[in-house]
């Protein structure tokens, strides 16, 4: 029998005994028959499953057709959704805010200035930040705002002009569009990022008329303090965040360099991956309290410093489907707050805007008496500094926040506004 040539299926025809090395186990092959499809079927199965997961994580992805927009009128967030329905982002944070200078005149209008970060998270190209300032926009006739928006809607908008303004659609005259011929291209500024702040980049405006460069100093003070979720149990926290912001502010003047004004601001993510964040407002509630002739209130146009907005984008720098935030800010001590909240504390968007805020002024701190949370008392009563109550009304911080392909926002209940989201 031994010397009897083995035919079978699966062994070529040939004389003597079967070879039995690394490929058999016993009287059968380990890798024989169904065994052998099992074992196939199964790398196959850990090999897609692996593609999947780097896919997930690190690759393109498909994205749910939802939009969110948040701002201080439950009206213009409205507007702003039903725009992104055949729009884009650019257009919704457009509309919306022309509909601001209707509901919220106090605090911005058609001759505000401010500044739109954009950024597409499928083409990842670094963000763009305009900057549509009354010193870059010079117009007898037209407002700096309508000005700064139509820049922004011919270079990056999808609806017709008319679409957006239809209420002040008078203004888009002959002269709006040979002021817009002659726009200074230099208004369009590069961003600042900071990596890896607990393993997320914050992209923030770095022009010589913002504070976004201070913030970015001040982050870097914060990640070199090494803290930790249970830091925010001790009341210490707050008081060596203050200190943080006192000495970046003095350490570069920034009293002297900026001032805060209104804030009236927009943020906005669409279908197609486009984050806005728009941030507009006037020199003082009301700007000069002075009426142009067609009737819209004016901005103080000779102003001895620049203003503190800013807006701010924060990805997460490992993963490509991550947490995604923007937002805007009135000055380096509210953007901080945000940021902590958000970053090292870890709270959800509703939450971190919501959390009670300091005031952070000039070797003065001020609380919100009347907005809740309150600050605890072992902060407010067991302080190095000495406290100044803040009246209403309060700065409003409103948020769009993007994880996979789940979009939650917020608008902030200091400016009485509600999000929409479709």
């Not at 380096?332 to 970053?343: H, K, V, Y």
Request: hydrophobic letters at 35%.
């Amino acid at each position: 029998m031994s010397d009897t040539a083995v035919t079978r299926e699966d062994i070529p025809l040939k004389k003597g005994k079967i070879n039995r090395k690394w490929y058999t186990c016993g009287d059968e092959d380990c890798i024989s028959g169904s065994k052998y499809v099992n074992i196939a079927f199964g790398t196959l199965t850990a090999i897609i499953t692996l593609a999947l997961i780097i896919q997930i994580n690190y690759g393109d992805y498909q994205v749910v057709p939802h939009g969110s927009v948040a701002s201080d009128s439950f009206e213009c967030s409205k507007i702003g959704t039903s725009t992104l329905i055949d729009g884009n982002a650019i257009d919704a944070a457009i509309a919306t805010a022309f509909c601001l200078s209707v509901t919220t005149p106090h605090l911005t209008g058609l001759d505000a200035e401010g500044q739109i970060l954009i950024y597409n998270h499928r083409k990842k190209n670094p963000p763009l930040v305009i900057n549509f300032s009354h010193k870059l926009l010079q117009s007898k006739d037209i407002p700096t705002s309508v000005l700064g928006l139509a820049y922004v809607h011919r270079k990056f908008g999808k609806l017709p002009w008319k679409n957006l303004v239809l209420p002040a659609a008078n203004l888009a005259s002959v002269e709006l569009h040979s002021l817009l011929r002659n726009f200074n291209e230099t208004a369009l500024t590069e961003t600042v990022k900071v990596t890896k702040f607990k393993n997320f980049e914050i992209y923030v405006p770095q022009n010589d008329e913002s504070v976004g460069q201070f913030l970015v100093d001040a982050l870097n003070e914060l990640e070199k303090m090494n803290l930790n979720d249970a830091v925010f149990a001790d009341p210490s926290y707050a008081h060596e965040l203050v200190d943080v912001i006192q000495y970046y502010q003095h350490e570069n003047t920034t009293y002297n360099l900026f001032h805060e004004g209104t804030i009236s601001d927009v943020a906005v993510m669409d279908a197609e991956d486009n984050y806005v964040s728009l941030v507009t407002g006037m020199y003082q509630f009301f700007g000069s309290g002075k009426r142009s002739p067609d009737g819209y209130l004016q901005d103080k146009k000779d102003q001895d410093t620049m203003n503190s907005r800013m807006p701010v984008l924060i990805l997460d720098g490992w993963y490509i489907c991550g947490r995604r935030y923007v937002f805007s800010a009135n000055n380096l001590g509210s953007a901080l707050q945000i940021i902590s909240n958000l970053l090292l504390h870890k709270e959800n968007v509703t939450d971190a805007i919501e959390a009670p805020r300091l005031y952070i002024g000039n070797w003065t701190v001020g609380f919100e008496a009347s907005h809740r949370p309150y600050f605890p008392k072992e902060i407010t009563e067991h302080s190095p500094w000495k406290f100044n109550i803040i009246p209403e009304p309060y700065q409003s911080i409103n948020i769009v926040f993007k994880n996979k392909d789940e979009l939650s926002s917020h608008s902030d209940s200091r400016g009485g506004g509600i999000a929409s989201r479709f």
